[in-house]
T-cell receptor, first 116, second 114 residues
Framework: GAVVSQHPSWVICKSGTSVKIECRSL??????MFWYRQFPKQSLMLMAT?????????EQGVEKDKFLINHASLTLSTLTVTSAHPEDSSFYIC????????????FGEGSRLTVL | AQSVTQPDIHITVSEGASLELRCNYS??????LFWYVQSPGQGLQLLLK??????LVQGIKGFEAEFKRSQSSFNLRKPSVHWSDAAEYFC????????????FGAGTILRVKS
């Protein structure tokens, strides 16, 4: 299957700082990328959908100014958590949908963010 | 609105016993259906998927699932569970009409006792 790589795998930061998470599709072109968040012992919740070259679409309740998503190329999407707070500590997972649009999403390994 | 229900939060089975994890969905479109497994602190691994055709789908690690449209269900089964199957299992549903974004169930934690 297609491979999606996320970086960093884990990050610890101080409250008030910003953190950037990268999501790369290594062997396919991801026209659409989805960002999910998973709190401890909970399921995955979709945060936003990004299409290459256009603004991301955020799910209800997700602050677009806090979670900045950029999808500037067909192989890279980034999520920046701005002015992070302890309640933003979570597991963030990206996934990509290829140009063939088969309906299958390919997931990254996830990035665990801990905000102190 | 789209929703996915996994009614069992925890399931415990004995090693070697059969397993069935339930998944029901409510969707306003023809769904794509997936089962994923997640070990603690890890990402998701796709077990199997259904898009169309044969409603009994075979996956990796000996898992299978059956799509029953009349019951809006996509239950996951395995005839003989191994201790290494202990993990959390997520059912997910998507559709082209909704841009292929996946909606996940709450997950079922599987414990295997020896």
């Amino acid at each position: 299957g297609a491979v999606v790589s996320q970086h960093p795998s884990w990050v610890i930061c101080k409250s008030g700082t910003s953190v950037k998470i990268e999501c790369r599709s290594l062997d396919f072109q991801a026209t659409t990328m989805f960002w999910y968040r998973q709190f401890p012992k909970q399921s995955l919740m979709l945060m936003a959908t990004s299409n290459e070259g256009s603004k991301a679409t955020y799910e209800q309740g997700v602050e677009k100014d806090k979670f900045l998503i950029n999808h500037a190329s067909l192989t890279l999407s980034t999520l920046t958590v701005t002015s992070a707070h302890p309640e933003d500590s979570s597991f963030y997972i990206c996934s990509g949908n290829d140009r063939i649009n088969t309906g299958e999403l390919f997931f990254g390994e996830g990035s665990r963010l801990t905000v102190l | 609105a789209q929703s996915v229900t996994q009614p069992d939060i925890h399931i415990t089975v004995s090693e070697g016993a059969s397993l069935e994890l339930r998944c029901n969905y409510s969707y306003g479109a023809t769904p794509y259906l997936f089962w994923y497994v997640q070990s603690p602190g890890q990402g998701l691994q796709l077990l199997l998927k259904y898009f169309s055709g044969d409603t009994l789908v075979q996956g990796i690690k000996g898992f299978e699932a059956e799509f029953k449209r009349s019951q809006s269900s996509f239950n996951l089964r395995k005839p003989s569970v191994h201790w290494s199957d202990a993990a959390e299992y997520f059912c997910a549903v998507g559709a082209a009409e909704y841009g292929n974004k996946l909606v996940f169930g709450a997950g079922t934690i599987l414990r295997v006792k020896s």
